[in-house]
């Protein structure tokens, strides 16, 4: 009897571990899921014609709801996961450019994010976009996370 008590405190112990030992998908605390993103664009590319001025921005597919890509200065680009952090959960909380060109909105919630740093500025949302590495050569930008 004393046996059967430590074996099932010891499958207990078990099973309440490995429940606590749930990989986080949410890389840093943000609520938007953790996706692996590896891309190469050209900015030089005649398709990629919005974002060769400072200021620029273009939608691209990527991420886990799809990519903005802004030129905030001749050498750096803001990738932002378009996602809402407000309801990453739902897919048509999608965020889109605003037309003052500096303010991403989701449709659903209605929060609202700066461009260039995907940091809110209307709630109900809290936490920031997700926010992807980006590095440019003058010729390539590699977008990663």
Same mark, same amino acid.
């Given at each position: ?13 078990? $099973? +309440? ?14 609520? $938007?899921?953790? $996706?692996?993103?590896?891309?190469? $664009?050209?900015?030089? &590319? ?6 060769? %001025? ?23 680009? %803001? %990738? ?25 909105? &989701?449709? %659903? ?5 700066? +461009? ?30």
């Amino acid at each position: 009897m004393h046996l059967n008590l430590r074996i099932c405190t010891a499958i207990l112990l078990a $099973v +309440i571990l490995l429940a606590a030992c749930k990989k986080n998908n949410t890389a840093g605390g943000n609520p $938007v899921p953790y $996706v692996s993103v590896g891309l190469n $664009v050209y900015p030089g &590319d005649p398709s990629n014609f919005d974002i060769q %001025v400072i200021g620029g921005w273009k939608y691209l597919d990527g991420g886990l709801n799809g990519l903005v890509i802004y030129r905030k200065s001749e050498q750096e680009f %803001v %990738v932002l996961e378009r996602t809402s952090s407000y309801l990453p959960n739902d897919k048509n909380a999608k965020v889109y450019v605003q037309k003052d060109n500096f303010t991403l909105r &989701d449709t %659903v919630s209605k929060s609202e994010w700066r +461009i260039f740093d995907g940091e809110v500025t209307k709630a109900p949302a809290t936490w920031p976009l997700r926010q992807y590495g980006a590095t440019y050569d003058g010729n390539l930008l590699r977008i990663s996370n």
